[in-house]
């Protein structure tokens, strides 16, 4: 789950764990029809923008997930990035 380690070092460089009292939550639930959500939500870091361009990190991102018909959302909320992605099982 190398998305995963990109959502973290993009958290470690820019997000929420870029700071001392920034946190980052993750769940996940098993679907209906053999598939698995993974929710990834920062708090507590430094206030979010959307980015004006995909950096490396989300190119990756969206390479992993859509090369194994999975899918992803970013919902980059000013208190900090969420991020769905939904993985069949």
């Keep these: 789950m190398l ?10 460089k ?12 993750m769940n996940w639930s098993d ?8 929710r990834w939500t920062e708090t507590g870091g430094p206030k979010v923008q959307e980015p004006t361009r995909t950096g490396f990190g989300g190119r990756i ?12 959302s970013f ?4 208190e900090g990035l969420v991020c769905e992605i939904t993985l069949p099982v």
């Excluded at 998305?3 to 470690?12: M, R």
């Excluded at 997000?15 to 980052?24: F, I, P, Y």
């Design 31 to 38: 679907e209906t029809h053999g598939q698995l959500r993974v």
């Design 14 to 25: 820019y997000g929420a764990l870029s700071v001392t009292n920034g946190r980052v939550n």
């Design 61 to 72: 991102i969206e390479r992993l997930i859509g090369q194994q018909s999975r899918k992803a």
């Design 75 to 78: 919902d980059w909320r000013e």
């Design 3 to 12: 998305f995963l380690h990109e959502l973290a070092t993009n958290a470690a």
